[in-house]
């Protein structure tokens, strides 16, 4: 069978992807968030000085400016600080003073006094080799803005920076609004709750892709679900399949073998160095 040495990854005949633990193949998870505050610029400068590339959260202030937050609301990365809704609170007056280096293990920390990136500034980390994953957070009414920030700039390219997003409605608008960069639909391996829950399958996730005009997918790694047929099935209709979020080495060496490109992950030099032993 020929084989041909791509980078990171291997490709075999039949169009399946080998991919391993590299640089280019670890995604730190809203920055090297096990040892800095996540979604914070010291947590992804870490990530960029380890080697890696990584992802971060991205909603749209009322006062539109795009910054990195994970959940819907600034309650508990700010340790109650402030209850608002990102898209509710003003980036000038209330989330650009807001400190997220000071609650959980990071009390009295040398983050203390961390505050919430802008997009921007996040952009000026991209490098080649390896990716930045920007997840909106937000509605389609992000898009323009993040439009009019990447056409400012020259660091982030279609190259070393990608979008991940939950929406279907904001994937379709990504991809029509700046279509040179990738976008990959984020969703679950399962689908449905408890009783009712049941696997995703293939044919689901292809619609959405096809509907969406999306890349890929970046899917929650579950080993009964996303199996080397599954990634196949995925990789052969002409889409790329990433997983999330995986911080234990075993399962991630599963994730790669069944066909994965990337993993995204809270540690990312745990895994690296556990590699290489």
């Known amino acids: 069978m020929k084989k041909i040495i791509f980078g990171a990854a291997l490709m075999v005949a039949g169009g399946l992807f080998a991919a391993t633990f590299d640089y280019s193949t670890l995604i730190s998870h809203r920055g090297e968030s096990k040892d800095a505050p996540e979604n914070t610029m010291p947590a992804f400068k870490l990530a960029v000085e380890r080697g890696f590339g990584f992802e971060c959260d991205v909603y749209l202030s009322a006062d539109k400016r795009c910054f990195t ?44 006094g961390t505050s919430p990136a802008l997009l921007e500034d996040v952009l000026k980390l991209a490098r080649n080799g390896r990716k930045i994953y920007i997840e909106i957070k937000a509605n389609t009414d992000i898009v323009p803005y993040v439009k009019e920030l990447l056409a400012k700039q020259n660091n982030a390219t279609p190259e070393n920076a990608l979008f991940i997003c939950f929406s279907k409605e904001v994937c379709a608008e990504l991809k029509k609004q700046i279509p040179e960069y990738k976008t990959y639909w984020l969703t679950s391996s399962y689908v449905g709750k408890d009783k009712n829950r049941r696997p995703i399958t293939t044919a689901e996730v292809l619609k959405v892709l096809k509907e969406t005009k999306s890349d890929g997918v970046d899917i929650g790694f579950h080993p009964e679900v996303i199996t080397k047929e599954f990634v196949k099935e995925i990789r052969d209709a002409g889409f790329e399949l990433h997983v999330w979020t995986i911080n234990k080495y075993e399962l991630a060496k599963i994730a790669f073998e069944n066909g994965a490109q990337t993993v995204t992950t809270d540690c990312s030099e745990k895994l690296y160095k556990a590699s290489k032993k």
């Open 69 to 112: 937050f994970h959940d819907k609301n600034l309650t508990r990365t700010s340790g109650g600080k402030n209850k608002k809704n990102c898209s509710e609170a003003n980036w000038e007056t209330e989330i650009s003073t807001l400190d997220v280096g000071n609650w959980g293990k990071w009390k009295n920390s040398k983050y203390k």
